[in-house]
């Protein structure tokens, strides 16, 4: 018996030797990249294998300009949006039900907000009401489910009637006690066309499958950085995303919330960070303050995630013209109910 133990340890031992690691989802070992700081490369926010249209690009005339010039907002109606790239969360947004296509609902925009730990953060904006599934101070990995996507804040439906759902994206500069900043050109390693760089009106399929799936799509790493150079102009001045960021140094004054060591300055940078200049600074600037009447909307009740049986678009090199601004913004937000058509803006 003694024999037929040691026996059975060795054979053990050397199965063991010859398998990959198993990993337990959410927890990180040594076998798998740290999640802060996160290591480079950016995937599509939302499950792997799903295809999400883009409804607004970089640089609009719209919305996408000055602070928001390197945004992108993808056509994800009350789905799941999931982590682009690993990091911790450093604020979130969960209470607000409402949303509207003017400025006065910039303060009602439920986000995420993950700091990479290399001096870039990224926010996912519009979240749905109690859509929020992480909290600050949560380490997350790349592809792990964070909220859902809604209609909150600066939203503007097809037709500019009411809110709309979508997933306003962006990587920007990290400032503390800031949720909305400078936002900075990336590129998606799992965009194979126009060097991994989203183009409007186009849909892709993403390779964002998280940590112990398969990945079935491939992926062209894009790291080299992209020149800093925001130059459209918007139309309407007065139609913005959020708030712009005090100046630094200044006290900041949001009212959201940040984790108990957001203190802490990354020092790390990825090979994928960014480094424009000091002297780069938002464009948009606001002449106007509209107020209309804020009503609130019912709460949603959030659809279940599911996979699109359309084949993916093939992207093409044409760039698609940016989103026309509406002729009047509406006061009044409809009643937030998904709605079938895609989000213009916001």
């Keep these: 018996m003694p024999f037929f133990a040691s026996a059975l340890a060795v054979t053990v031992t050397i199965v063991a030797a010859l398998l990959p690691p198993l990993h337990t989802p959410g927890v990180p070992d040594s076998q798998r990249p740290a999640l802060y700081p996160a290591p480079p490369g950016y995937l599509l926010p939302w499950p ?28 994800l109606n009350y789905e799941t949006v ?22 006065s609902f910039s303060p009602q925009t439920n986000y995420v907000l993950i700091d990479h730990g290399d001096g870039t953060s990224a926010v996912y904006m519009h979240l749905a009401y109690n859509g929020v599934l992480v909290k600050p101070g949560d380490l997350v ?16 439906s097809a037709d500019n ?67 800093f150079n925001p130059v459209a102009k918007p139309k309407d001045p007065t ?26 300055t990354p020092t790390a940078v990825a090979s994928s ?16 303050t509209a107020v209309p009447t804020q009503t609130e909307t019912p709460t949603p009740e959030p659809t279940s995630t599911a996979t699109p049986t359309a084949a993916p678009a093939t992207p093409t090199d044409v760039p698609a013209s940016a989103t026309a601004p ?13 709605a079938a058509s895609a989000a213009a803006g916001g």
């Excluded at 919305?63 to 928001?68: D, E, F, Q, R, S």
């Excluded at 990995?141 to 503007?156: K, Y």
């Design 48 to 75: 792997g294998g799903q295809i999400h249209q883009v409804t607004q690009g970089e640089e609009t005339s719209f919305t996408h300009n000055g602070t928001a010039a390197y945004a992108f907002d993808f056509d």
């Design 239 to 264: 139609l913005q995303e959020a708030p712009p960021p005090p100046p630094p140094g200044a006290t900041p004054s949001s009212t959201d919330t940040p984790s108990a060591d957001q203190s802490n």
């Design 141 to 156: 990995e790349q592809g792990q489910a964070i909220a859902l996507s809604g209609e909150t804040g600066v939203t503007c």
């Design 161 to 227: 009637t009411g809110p709309g759902p979508h997933l306003h994206f962006q990587v920007e500069r990290t400032q503390d006690g800031q949720y909305f900043t400078q936002s900075l050109p990336i590129a998606f390693d799992d965009i194979p066309s126009n060097n991994g760089v989203p183009r409007e009106n186009q849909s892709y399929v993403s390779g964002n499958f998280g940590n112990g799936a398969e990945q079935t799509v491939k992926l062209t790493p894009h790291h080299v950085p992209r020149v």
């Design 326 to 338: 509406p002729d009047s913004p509406t006061a009044v937000p409809a009643a937030v109910t998904p």
């Design 273 to 288: 960070t960014l480094t424009p200049t000091a002297s780069e600074t938002s464009t948009a600037t606001a002449t106007e």
């Design 82 to 103: 999931v982590a682009a790239r690993s990091g911790k969360v450093t604020m979130v947004k969960s209470d607000s039900n409402s949303g509207g296509c003017d400025s």
